[in-house]
C-alpha cells in the first residue's frame, strides 16, 4: 500500500500552506504587533488559537467527516446546502479572493503609483495568471508547494532576518486601546479576519485531489495524508505569523500610525531598506496573494463544477476570476468592512461543527448537530446584522445578556445549551421509540 511520506508529504503541506497564506495572514499579524505592543505575545497567543488551531482542526474534521457536505448534513441537508454555499461564497469572489488582488496592488502601489485605472489594470493581469494557473487543480503541489511557498519563505526570512540583525526600534511601544486589557481575546477575534477557519473547510478537498494526482489510491491513505500536511501547515504559519508579530511590533513602536498591517510592513521595509525594501515587500505580497487565489479558485470552482457537473471547471474558473476582479477594485478597506458581520455570522457555526465532530459519538444523537449549531446560528446572524446596522428594536440588548458576549463569544451559550437540549431529546426520543 502506498503511503504519503517523505518530501511528497512535505511538498503536500507546503501547498496547503500556500493556499492559507495570503492576504489576510500577511496583514493582520504585524497589525495586531503594531498595536498590541508590549501585549503583543499574550495577543499572539489567542491569533494562533484561531488563525492557525482552528484551520488545522478544520482539514481535520473535514479530512474524517468526508467533505464539508457530509460534515455540514449532520445538521440538515438544507442547512448544509445553504451553509456550504456561503462558505464558498465567503472565500470565493464575494470577499476573500478578491482581497488578494486589493491587498497585493496596494503593497504595489508606492512603486508603480495608484489609482482606479491602474489597479483595474493590474487586477485583470492578476486574475488572468490566476486562473490560467487554477486550470489544473491538480498540479498545484508542483507549482505552488515545490516552487512559490520555498520562494516565499526565503523573502520573509530576509525580512525578519534584517529585523534582528537591524531592529529598527529598541523595544516593543504601549498597546492601544483595545489591546490594553484581555490582549489574548481581541487577537482570538482578530484570527477571524484571516478566513482560514472557513477556508480549512474547503482546502481539504483540492490536497486529497493533489495526493491522489501523486499516486495514493487508498482512501484512508488519502485522508491520513490530508491530516498531516494540516499539521505541517499549521507549524509553517506559526513560525510565519511569529515572525511577522515580532516584526510588526518593531514597526508600531518606530512608526507609529498606520492604518493598516500593509501601512505597518511598508513602513518596517522602508525602514530597514528603503525602496529595496519595498520591492521585497511588494514581492512578497504578490506571491503570497497569488498562491491563496490560485487556491481559492479552484476549491471553489471545483464545488460548484461538483454540483453542476455539465459546465465546465474552466468556465467557473473563468467565471470566478472575472468576479473576483470586479470585486477587488472597491479596495482593501472596503472589503475589510464588508467582511467583519458576515464573518461574525459564519465563523462560529463552523466552530461549533468542528468541535462537535472530535466528539464521534455525538453523531449519533439525532438533535445535537441541529440544535447546537441552530442556537448558534441565531445568535450569531443575529449579532451579525446589529453590526451592519440591520438590528430588529430590542435584539441588541438581548444579546448583550448573554454570557461572554462582551468579549465577543455571546454565541458560546446558545451553542452549549443546544448541546444540553440537544442531548436531552434524543435520548427522551430514543426512549420512546424503543420496543417495549
Same mark, same amino acid.
Given at each position: 500500500? $502506498?503511503?504519503?511520506?517523505?518530501?511528497?508529504?512535505?511538498?503536500?503541506?507546503?501547498?496547503?500552506?500556500?493556499?492559507?497564506?495570503?492576504?489576510?495572514?500577511?496583514?493582520f499579524?504585524?497589525?495586531?504587533?503594531?498595536?498590541?505592543?508590549?501585549?503583543?505575545?499574550?495577543?499572539?497567543?489567542?491569533?494562533? %488559537?484561531?488563525?492557525?488551531?482552528?484551520?488545522?482542526?478544520?482539514?481535520?474534521?473535514?479530512?474524517r467527516?468526508?467533505?464539508?457536505?457530509?460534515?455540514?448534513?449532520?445538521?440538515?441537508?438544507?442547512? +448544509? +446546502?445553504?451553509?456550504?454555499?456561503?462558505?464558498?461564497?465567503?472565500?470565493?469572489?464575494?470577499?476573500?479572493?478578491?482581497? =488578494?488582488?486589493?491587498?497585493?496592488?496596494?503593497?504595489?502601489? *508606492?512603486l508603480?503609483? !495608484?489609482?482606479?485605472?491602474?489597479?483595474?489594470?493590474?487586477?485583470?493581469?492578476?486574475?488572468?495568471?490566476?486562473?490560467?494557473?487554477?486550470?489544473?487543480?491538480?498540479?498545484?503541489?508542483?507549482?505552488?508547494?515545490?516552487?512559490?511557498?520555498?520562494?516565499?519563505?526565503v523573502?520573509? /526570512?530576509?525580512?525578519?532576518?534584517?529585523?534582528?540583525?537591524?531592529?529598527v526600534?529598541?523595544?516593543?511601544?504601549?498597546?492601544?486601546?483595545?489591546?490594553?486589557?484581555?490582549?489574548?481575546v481581541?487577537?482570538?477575534?482578530g484570527?477571524? $479576519?484571516?478566513?482560514?477557519t472557513?477556508?480549512?473547510?474547503?482546502?481539504?478537498?483540492?490536497?486529497?485531489?493533489?495526493?491522489?494526482?501523486?499516486?495514493?489510491?487508498?482512501?484512508?491513505?488519502?485522508?491520513?495524508?490530508?491530516?498531516?500536511?494540516?499539521?505541517?501547515? !499549521?507549524a509553517?504559519?506559526?513560525?510565519?505569523?511569529a %515572525?511577522?508579530?515580532h516584526?510588526?511590533?518593531l514597526?508600531?513602536?518606530?512608526? *507609529?500610525?498606520?492604518? =493598516?498591517?500593509a501601512?505597518?510592513?511598508?513602513?518596517l521595509?522602508?525602514?530597514?531598506?528603503?525602496?529595496?525594501? $519595498?520591492?521585497?515587500l511588494?514581492?512578497?505580497? /504578490?506571491?503570497?496573494?497569488?498562491?491563496?487565489c490560485?487556491?481559492?479558485?479552484?476549491?471553489?470552482?471545483?464545488?460548484?463544477?461538483?454540483?453542476?457537473?455539465?459546465?465546465?471547471?474552466?468556465?467557473? +474558473?473563468?467565471?470566478f476570476?472575472?468576479?473576483?476582479?470586479?470585486?477587488?477594485?472597491?479596495?482593501? +478597506?472596503?472589503?475589510?468592512?464588508?467582511?467583519?458581520?458576515?464573518?461574525?455570522?459564519?465563523? *462560529?457555526?463552523?466552530?461549533?461543527?468542528?468541535?462537535?465532530s472530535?466528539?464521534p459519538?455525538?453523531?449519533?444523537?439525532?438533535?445535537?448537530? *441541529?440544535?447546537?449549531v441552530?442556537?448558534?446560528?441565531?445568535?450569531?446572524?443575529?449579532d451579525?446584522?446589529?453590526q451592519?446596522?440591520?438590528?430588529?428594536?430590542?435584539?441588541?440588548?438581548?444579546?448583550?445578556?448573554?454570557?461572554?458576549?462582551?468579549?465577543?463569544?455571546?454565541?458560546?451559550?446558545?451553542?452549549?445549551?443546544?448541546?444540553a437540549?440537544?442531548?436531552?431529546?434524543?435520548?427522551?426520543?430514543?426512549?420512546?421509540?424503543?420496543?417495549r
Amino acid at each position: 500500500m $502506498q503511503k504519503l511520506h517523505g518530501r511528497k508529504l512535505l511538498f503536500v503541506g507546503f501547498t496547503l500552506f500556500s493556499m492559507f497564506f495570503g492576504a489576510g495572514n500577511l496583514i493582520f499579524p504585524p497589525f495586531l504587533g503594531a498595536q498590541a505592543g508590549t501585549n503583543a505575545w499574550p495577543a499572539f497567543l489567542g491569533f494562533a %488559537m484561531s488563525a492557525i488551531g482552528l484551520p488545522v482542526l478544520g482539514v481535520i474534521a473535514v479530512a474524517r467527516s468526508g467533505g464539508l457536505p457530509a460534515l455540514a448534513s449532520r445538521v440538515h441537508p438544507r442547512f +448544509a +446546502a445553504v451553509f456550504t454555499l456561503l462558505i464558498y461564497l465567503s472565500i470565493g469572489p464575494c470577499l476573500a479572493i478578491p482581497r =488578494t488582488a486589493s491587498t497585493s496592488f496596494e503593497m504595489l502601489a *508606492p512603486l508603480v503609483g !495608484g489609482g482606479a485605472v491602474r489597479q483595474l489594470i493590474y487586477s485583470a493581469v492578476f486574475f488572468a495568471v490566476a486562473f490560467l494557473i487554477a486550470l489544473k487543480p491538480e498540479k498545484l503541489t508542483d507549482r505552488l508547494g515545490k516552487l512559490l511557498c520555498p520562494t516565499l519563505i526565503v523573502l520573509i /526570512l530576509v525580512l525578519f532576518a534584517a529585523c534582528l540583525i537591524r531592529p529598527v526600534a529598541a523595544h516593543y511601544g504601549a498597546p492601544d486601546a483595545a489591546y490594553a486589557d484581555l490582549p489574548a481575546v481581541v487577537g482570538f477575534l482578530g484570527g477571524y $479576519q484571516t478566513m482560514d477557519t472557513i477556508a480549512a473547510l474547503n482546502f481539504g478537498a483540492v490536497i486529497a485531489l493533489n495526493i491522489r494526482a501523486g499516486g495514493i489510491a487508498d482512501e484512508k491513505q488519502v485522508v491520513r495524508g490530508t491530516i498531516r500536511a494540516g499539521w505541517i501547515a !499549521g507549524a509553517m504559519l506559526l513560525a510565519i505569523y511569529a %515572525m511577522l508579530t515580532h516584526a510588526g511590533a518593531l514597526s508600531g513602536a518606530a512608526f *507609529p500610525g498606520g492604518a =493598516t498591517g500593509a501601512d505597518t510592513l511598508t513602513r518596517l521595509a522602508h525602514g530597514l531598506f528603503g525602496t529595496p525594501g $519595498q520591492v521585497l515587500l511588494a514581492a512578497i505580497f /504578490l506571491i503570497a496573494c497569488l498562491n491563496t487565489c490560485i487556491g481559492l479558485i479552484s476549491c471553489v470552482s471545483e464545488y460548484f463544477h461538483g454540483l453542476f457537473p455539465r459546465v465546465p471547471y474552466a468556465a467557473f +474558473a473563468g467565471f470566478f476570476a472575472l468576479a473576483s476582479m470586479v470585486v477587488s477594485n472597491i479596495g482593501l +478597506a472596503g472589503i475589510i468592512t464588508l467582511s467583519t458581520p458576515v464573518l461574525n455570522a459564519i465563523y *462560529p457555526a463552523a466552530i461549533v461543527l468542528i468541535a462537535l465532530s472530535f466528539v464521534p459519538q455525538l453523531a449519533g444523537y439525532r438533535w445535537v448537530y *441541529p440544535l447546537a449549531v441552530g442556537f448558534t446560528c441565531v445568535q450569531s446572524v443575529l449579532d451579525a446584522l446589529r453590526q451592519a446596522g440591520l438590528a430588529l428594536p430590542g435584539v441588541g440588548a438581548l444579546l448583550d445578556r448573554l454570557p461572554l458576549a462582551a468579549l465577543g463569544f455571546g454565541w458560546a451559550a446558545p451553542a452549549l445549551a443546544g448541546l444540553a437540549v440537544g442531548l436531552f431529546l434524543s435520548r427522551r426520543t430514543e426512549k420512546l421509540e424503543r420496543p417495549r
